[in-house]
C-alpha cells in the first residue's frame, strides 16, 4: 500500500478550498451581475444607503411628430450616471414622457441619479417620485405631472415618466408649426449604496 504524503495532502486541501472561494465568488458575481442594483439596495445588512438632492435643473427637447427620434436623448450624465428618454407616447389624447435611469454598481456599492428617492422605511423600501417638471411650448411655460414610476427594476436603474400636456394648462398645439417642447427636470436626487 502506497503511503500518501502530507504535502500531497496539504496541497489537495488547499485546491479543494480554493476551488469553493473561486466558485462562491463567481456566484455572488453572477448573481450581482443578473440582479444589479436591486441586490444591493436589498442588502441592509452589508450596505449603507443615503441619498443626496441634485442641483440645477436638466432639459430635453422632445419632438411631438417625430415620437420615436426622441429615444436615446439624454436629459442628465454625470460620466457615471444618466438619465435619458426611454419612449414617448401619444395615448389617451395626451403625450407620455419616459425617462429611464441608468446608473452604476459593484462589490463597493452602487450609484443612481434619478426622479425617485429609493430610501428605505421601517416597513420595507420606498420609492417616493421627487423630480419636478416643466414643460415649455410655443413661448409658455407650465408645471406636467407625474405619468408613472418604477423601483429598481432595472438591473442598473429605474425609470419615470410625465404627461406632457395637463389639462389646465390650455395648451393648443399647432405641430405644423412649433413640433418642440422643451421639458425641464428639477430635485433629482443621487441614491447611494455604500459598503460598511
Given amino acids: 500500500m502506497r503511503r500518501i504524503s502530507m504535502d500531497r495532502v496539504i496541497a489537495g486541501l488547499l485546491i479543494v478550498i480554493v476551488g469553493i472561494v473561486v466558485l462562491f465568488w463567481i456566484g455572488q458575481m453572477a448573481s450581482l451581475w443578473i440582479t444589479g442594483i436591486s441586490k444591493i ?9 443615503t441619498s443626496i438632492p441634485v442641483d440645477g435643473e436638466y432639459s430635453v427637447e422632445i419632438n411631438l411628430t417625430d415620437l ?4 436615446g436623448k439624454v436629459l442628465f450624465d454625470d460620466g457615471e450616471n444618466q438619465i435619458y428618454v426611454r419612449e414617448v407616447l401619444f395615448r389617451n ?5 419616459y425617462f429611464r435611469s441608468s446608473g452604476k454598481f459593484d462589490f463597493g456599492g452602487a450609484s443612481l441619479v434619478s426622479a425617485i428617492e429609493h430610501t428605505r422605511s421601517e416597513f420595507g423600501f ?15 411655460t407650465f408645471k406636467i405631472w407625474t405619468a408613472g414610476s418604477s423601483g429598481l427594476n432595472y438591473r442598473d436603474g429605474d425609470s419615470f415618466g410625465f404627461y406632457l400636456i395637463p389639462e389646465e394648462a390650455e395648451i393648443e398645439l399647432h405641430l405644423e408649426k412649433e413640433s418642440v417642447m422643451t421639458v425641464t427636470v428639477s430635485n433629482l436626487y443621487t441614491n447611494l449604496w455604500v459598503k460598511k
Fill in 41 to 49: 439596495a436589498d442588502d441592509v445588512e452589508d450596505y449603507y444607503y
Fill in 68 to 71: 420615436e427620434s426622441n429615444e
Fill in 93 to 97: 389624447e395626451n403625450y407620455e414622457l
Fill in 126 to 140: 420606498t420609492d417616493y417620485m421627487r423630480a419636478e417638471a416643466e414643460g415649455t411650448y410655443n413661448g409658455k
